[in-house]
T-cell receptor, first 116, second 112 residues
Framework: EAGVTQFPSHSVIEKGQTVTLRCDPISGHDNLYWYRRVMGKEIKFLLHFVKESKQDESGMPNNRFLAERTGGTYSTLKVQPAELEDSGVYFCASSQKTSGETYEQYFGPGTRLTVT | DAKTTQPNSMESNEEEPVHLPCNHS???????IHWYRQLPSQGPEYVIH???SNVNNRMASLAIAEDRKSSTLILHRATLRDAAVYYCILSYSGAGSYQLTFGKGTKLSVIP
C-alpha cells in the first residue's frame, strides 16, 4: 500500500511569488491534515479536512494560505504571496475515518519550502 | 490544550532497553496518549497510543501510570534505526478535529 506522498520535495521561491504544495493521502483515508515546522520551532497544525470539507482550519496563519481538497482525494496548499517567514517544512498526514476515539495519522515526507 | 513534559534528550546503548518518560499532569479523562517519532529528514511516524491500560505492539510498549499523569514509552531493544525525536502527545478533539499538538520531544541517541 502506498503511503502519503507530497510534491514537490523541495521548493525554492522568491518573496512575493506563489507556491502550491500537493498531498496525496493514503487511498480511502477520509481525514487529511496539514502541518508545518518553521525554522527552530515545533511542528504546528494548520488544518484538517474530512473528505472535501474543512473540519478545522484554526491553525492557518493568515489569508495568504489557501487549502483545497478536490473531490475528497488529493489536497493542495497554496501560499500567495510567499513571505520569508513561510520557509519551513510542510507535512501532510492522513487517517482513516475515525470512530471518534482513536486514530493513527500517517505522515508524508514533507515539502521543504525556502523563500528567499 | 493538555500539555506534556519530556526530557530534551536521552542516550541508550544499542540492543539495550530504553524507557522514555512523559509527564502529563493535566490530562483529562478522555485524552488518549499518543507517541510519534521523527527520524532525520522524514515525517513523523506513529508508534503507539493508549488510554488507561498498558499497550504493546510490534514497535514498542506503552506503560501508563494508574493516575494517568505520566506514561513511559519502552523500546525493548534499541537499534540504530531507533535514533529519532520521540513525541508524547495528548489527543485533542475540539470541535471534532483530531489535530496533534507536538512539543519539543525527546531526542534519542543510540550508541553502537
Amino acid at each position: 500500500e502506498a503511503g502519503v506522498t507530497q510534491f514537490p520535495s523541495h521548493s525554492v521561491i522568491e518573496k512575493g511569488q506563489t507556491v502550491t504544495l500537493r498531498c496525496d493521502p493514503i487511498s480511502g483515508h477520509d481525514n487529511l491534515y496539514w502541518y508545518r515546522r518553521v525554522m527552530g520551532k515545533e511542528i504546528k497544525f494548520l488544518l484538517h479536512f474530512v473528505k472535501e470539507s474543512k473540519q478545522d482550519e484554526s491553525g492557518m496563519p493568515n489569508n495568504r494560505f489557501l487549502a483545497e481538497r478536490t473531490g475528497g482525494t488529493y489536497s493542495t496548499l497554496k501560499v500567495q504571496p510567499a513571505e520569508l517567514e513561510d520557509s519551513g517544512v510542510y507535512f501532510c498526514a492522513s487517517s482513516q475515518k475515525t470512530s471518534g476515539e482513536t486514530y493513527e495519522q500517517y505522515f508524508g515526507p514533507g515539502t521543504r519550502l525556502t523563500v528567499t | 490544550d493538555a500539555k506534556t513534559t519530556q526530557p530534551n534528550s536521552m542516550e541508550s546503548n544499542e540492543e539495550e532497553p530504553v524507557h522514555l518518560p512523559c509527564n502529563h499532569s493535566t490530562i483529562s479523562g478522555t485524552d488518549y496518549i499518543h507517541w510519534y517519532r521523527q527520524l532525520p529528514s522524514q515525517g513523523p511516524e506513529y508508534v503507539i497510543h493508549g488510554l488507561t491500560s498498558n499497550v504493546n505492539n510490534r514497535m514498542a510498549s506503552l506503560a501508563i501510570a494508574e493516575d494517568r499523569k505520566s506514561s513511559t514509552l519502552i523500546l525493548h531493544r534499541a537499534t540504530l534505526r531507533d535514533a529519532a525525536v520521540y513525541y508524547c502527545i495528548l489527543s485533542y478533539s475540539g470541535a471534532g478535529s483530531y489535530q496533534l499538538t507536538f512539543g519539543k520531544g525527546t531526542k534519542l541517541s543510540v550508541i553502537p
